[in-house]
């Protein structure tokens, strides 16, 4: 009998060192890596379970936090600090909203790695996967200045601007390249804004909710375009795109040349059937794939791939980037999606 009660307490013995050391790797990490995005559209929702398949096939314990407002972003990214994750992605909702609840990560020593949006104003941020977001502006100005034939001396044409949420200082970069581009073209008069909404401000679609378009297309309709040709539109997005069709469509008028952006398969659609003039697709496995190595490196204590080292001053610091290329999609090659 006392045998048997000091093989029991042995085994207690083992059994308690054995969860204690358990308990002494979740708190350094081990392979766990935070994710933190928002659950505001499905695009978000999509990168988030890709990146995570990503992390499990290798091994990693992954901790998925999604948001739907800043303030909960906030206090989701302060819950995930506590366990110490080797590293944190995080999709900002406002990318000056962090600079904060960040100074936890820089206490903890653990590495963000900013996905698709910069996260500006703080030194927390360890680096940036994205899309090169200053060659999607280029290549919707681009698209825009070959459709119109403007370098020939085309035009004039009638045109409106629409940007993506104020909160994203991705929308700000699509919008500025753009803007710059064709701000010749507008100054000589070969492109005319009716309504002289070519701002920012004036642009911006709240929050990236594509509702919140319409109720300034059917303005811009009314007030501006009542007998006259509207030729194009910058779209931000695809979303907001087909917002936008849906109303001129209403309207009777015919579609315009329109952008997009993202290749989401409604788009893909409305350019098969002759709606939406082309977007630009921003693969996600591509982004999550690269993002992925670059956890991975972290993590492992290697350096992760770069191949941007200047364009990204988020107002504290220059934030090492890797920038995905994205793909034109209109009418000459559809049918390969």
Known sequence: MR?????????????????????????????????????????????????????????????????????????????????????????????AALVDVLEDAKNFNVPIIAFDRIILNTDAVSYYASFDNDAIGEAQALYFEAAMNLQQGGGPYNIEFFAGGPADNNAHIFFDTVMKMLDPYLKKGQLVCRSGQTDFNSAAVKDWQAENARPRIRELLTKYYNGETLHAILAPNDEIAGVILDEIQKAGRPAPLISGLDGDPKAIDRIRRGQQTFTIAKDPDVLTAKCFRMVKAVVEGTEPDINDVKTYNNGVKIVPAYLCTPQIIDQTNVKDY
């Not at 901790?63 to 972003?73: H, L, P």
């Open 3 to 95: 045998k048997i009660k000091i093989l029991l307490a042995a085994f207690l013995l083992i059994f308690t060192v054995a969860l204690t050391g358990c308990g002494s790797s979740a708190d350094t990490g081990g392979k766990n890596v935070a994710i933190c995005f928002p659950n505001t559209t499905p695009s978000w929702e999509r990168n988030a379970e890709s990146l995570k398949n990503y992390l499990e096939e290798d091994g990693f314990t992954v901790d998925v936090r999604s948001s739907a407002t800043v303030e909960e972003q906030q206090q989701l990214i302060k819950e995930a600090l506590q366990h110490k994750p080797k590293c944190m992605i995080i999709g900002a909702i406002d990318s």
